[in-house]
Every structure is written in structure tokens, then in C-alpha cells.
Nanobody, 115 residues
């Protein structure tokens, strides 16, 4: 499995971005896809995760009501719709595919929210 993340950028506080995570390879082996983020000097944290079978989702408390994770099976892509962005959302965002025998990480995409 290979993951390609995109969609980061510079946005003003209150703005929106849509991050994309396109998967290729052994798609059928993926159980879940998650978006994580890592701010400077902080540990990487889970932002949102979606189960591929059934589509159930989980969100970090800090993004509930502002971010939405979704998937487009036809495009093998998982999206993170980030709305009402705050400066504290500034981080490198990574997507990860969870499989029975390990996690595959994509490269990060930088999100910068200016105040």
C-alpha cells in the first residue's frame, strides 16, 4: 500500500481546507485510514479515523464539530474536511492506513493557520 497526502497550505483563521489521502496498491488489506498531525515540539496525535468496512468514524475532541473525515471508494481516497480552522490546528498532517499486519504512513502535508 502507498499513500499520497495532499491539500495542505496557508489559510487564515476561520478558513477551510480539504486534505486528500489517495491510496494505491493492496487497497483491500486496509482496515481503517486515519489522519494524524504533529505540531512543532509536540507528539503526533490522532485527528480522525474512518473504518473502511462500514464507515464508522472517531475524532479527537479538539476537532469535533469542525473536521469531517470521509471516503470515496471509487477514487480510493480519504478526505479530511477541516473547517473553522484555528492557529492551534497548525501542524504537519499525515494519513495512515491500518492493516492487520501493520500501519503504512503517507508523507505529511503542512497546514498553517494564521491568526
Amino acid at each position: 500500500v502507498q499513500l499520497q497526502a495532499s491539500g495542505g497550505g496557508l489559510v487564515q483563521a476561520g478558513g477551510s481546507l480539504r486534505l486528500s489521502c489517495a491510496a494505491s496498491g493492496s487497497i483491500g488489506s486496509i482496515n481503517a485510514v486515519g489522519w494524524y498531525r504533529q505540531a512543532p515540539g509536540k507528539q503526533r496525535e490522532l485527528v480522525a479515523r474512518i473504518i473502511t468496512d462500514g464507515g464508522s468514524t472517531v475524532y479527537a475532541d479538539s476537532v469535533k464539530g469542525r473536521f469531517t473525515i470521509s471516503r470515496d471508494n471509487a477514487k480510493n481516497t480519504v478526505y479530511l474536511h477541516a473547517n473553522s480552522l484555528k492557529p492551534e490546528d497548525t501542524a504537519v498532517y499525515y494519513c495512515a492506513a491500518v492493516r492487520a499486519f501493520g500501519v503504512v504512513w503517507g508523507q505529511g502535508t503542512l497546514v498553517t493557520v494564521s491568526s
